[in-house]
Each structure stands twice: as C-alpha cells, then as structure tokens.
C-alpha cells in the first residue's frame, strides 16, 4: 500500500474519487455539499447525555418504554424490580443498563451506576462500541472516570476532511471506524454505501486505521472540536474512554514526506476511504 498510495498525485486522487454509484436524485446531489447536523455528529461522537439516549430507546426498545410508563404512573419500584431482572439476565441490554444507570444517578450512587456500567462492559467487550464510549460519556459527566489505561485505549476515529471536485463546492467527508472493524462513511448528508459495510478489505482497513490511531501522539482529552474544518485540513478525533483527543494535520504538507509522524495516518484513511467508496459487487 505504501507503493500504491506514496505519491501526491495519487493521494489527491484518492481525495477526489467518487463512489461508482452515483447519487439517485439532485436532492441526494445536494445532500453531499451539507455538512452532518450537529445532532448527527453527537451519535456519531458519543456524545448523547444519559436522558437523550434514555428518550432514544424508548422509541427502539418496548422494555425501556414500558419501565418509563411505570415510572410516569408512579411504580417505581415495579420499575426496578424489572430492569434489574434484566439486567441480571441480561448484563449486556443497552436499554437496562441505561435505566439503572440514570436511577442509581438520581439517587446520588454513582458507585452503583459505576458498578452496572461495569458488568454492561464485561458482557460486551468490544462488540459495541458506540455503547461503550456513550457509556464512558455518562460516567464522565458524573465524575466517574476510567483507570489510567482503560483512559488511553483508542477504540476508534473519527476523520474529517474535504474532497474537493473540479469547478465544484467542497464535500465534507466524515469518516468513523471502529475497533471492532466497524465504519461508517459519509460524504456531506449521504452514507455511502447507504446500508451496513461488512467486506472484508473494509474491515480489516478499518482495523489498520484504529490501530495507527492508538500509536499517535495526541494531546490530553478535550471537548470535540464542532468549527468544520477548511481547505486541506484533515482532523482526526481520536475516542476512548477517557475521552476524544485532537489531531489535525495539513494534507499539502504531510503528502509524500514519509518522515512525518502522521504520514501513514493520511494513507491508511486515504486507503480506508477508497474502499467504502468502490463499487460494492465489486
């Protein structure tokens, strides 16, 4: 790869590639040269207080639904006795683990709402990984905080970045992969490709990406830069328990110098890029 992606001029091809399926209609045309909403972009970067996601899966999981009519009609307790049934069985559900959580939190026990996030973590390990950093986000914002090395473990990136068309506005392209080998790729408002990725090469480019990521020197975790980034600027976002960390680098000056810290980066988004992009029956 480093052959096939060493040169400048590839590199910007590589910016400039299209997906094989063009877009179905002008509004979808249209939808490119738009930036992601900012409630899009905080599901993207996990970053959904404990009640936004409590309301979320009211509308995605009956039991969440049903123990918050019970709360609505005054039966706490019933309530309780429920989710903690299925917590108990179930020490991976998403809707009891964020229930228990937001009770114990109310209560004033954020040790109690450490320790269900604790067995949701144990149950899931890496396979979700959006939970596990939206999960890490509520603790944070109630002072709880993971261990020194849990803090540091990257577990996924989010770049973003301008693909520039001739005679054309700039397309904002945000990129989110995953440890698990997860990834979503948007160009402006449109997913591409439109459904769940699950090829192989993409898999495993998005492990490469993750992996270079963790290797990166980054700065302490800060809050998510929201200014859309301008010209040739790529940022990365890099997610972890402890929190997002900040890089940025400039296309025009890392592009062909293999001595830059952030050169193989470029290339393995470029790549990863390239390949969520190609034609799918391909």
Wanted: aromatic share 4%; glycine share 6%; charged share 20%.
């Amino acid at each position: 790869m480093m052959t096939l992606l060493g040169t400048a001029g590839v590199l910007f091809a590589v910016i400039r590639s299209r997906s094989s399926a063009p877009p179905r209609s002008g509004a979808s045309s249209a939808n490119e040269h738009q930036r992601l909403p900012e409630n899009a972009l905080r599901v993207l970067f996990a970053e959904l207080s404990l009640d936004e996601e409590i309301t979320l899966l009211c509308r995605l999981s009956p039991e969440m639904a049903e123990w918050m009519n019970l709360l609505a009609e005054d039966e706490v307790d019933e309530a309780m006795r429920r989710a903690e049934a299925v917590h108990a069985a179930t020490p991976g559900s998403r809707a009891a683990t964020c229930f228990l959580m937001r009770a114990r939190f109310a209560m004033g026990d954020n040790q109690g709402a450490a320790q269900v996030a604790q067995a949701y973590f144990s149950a899931v390990g890496i396979s979700e990984i959006e939970s596990l950093l939206q999960t890490w986000h509520h603790l944070r914002a109630m002072n709880v905080f993971p261990d020194k090395e849990t803090a540091r473990q990257v577990v996924g990136v989010i770049v973003e970045l301008n693909d520039f068309e001739k005679g054309g506005p700039a397309i904002p392209i945000t990129l989110s992969a995953h440890l698990d080998g997860s990834s979503v790729l948007h160009r402006g408002r449109r997913r591409v490709p439109a459904g769940p990725d699950s090829r192989r090469p993409v898999h495993e480019a998005t492990m490469r990406l993750v992996a270079a990521a963790s290797d990166v020197d980054r700065p302490p975790p800060t809050a998510r830069s929201t200014k859309p980034v301008e010209g040739l600027l790529m940022r990365f976002t890099l997610l972890s328990p402890g929190g997002p960390s900040v890089v940025e680098l400039d296309i025009a000056q890392v592009k062909g110098n293999e001595d830059h810290p952030l050169f193989q980066l470029l290339l393995l988004t470029m790549d990863l890029v390239m390949k969520k992009q190609a034609d799918l029956a391909a």
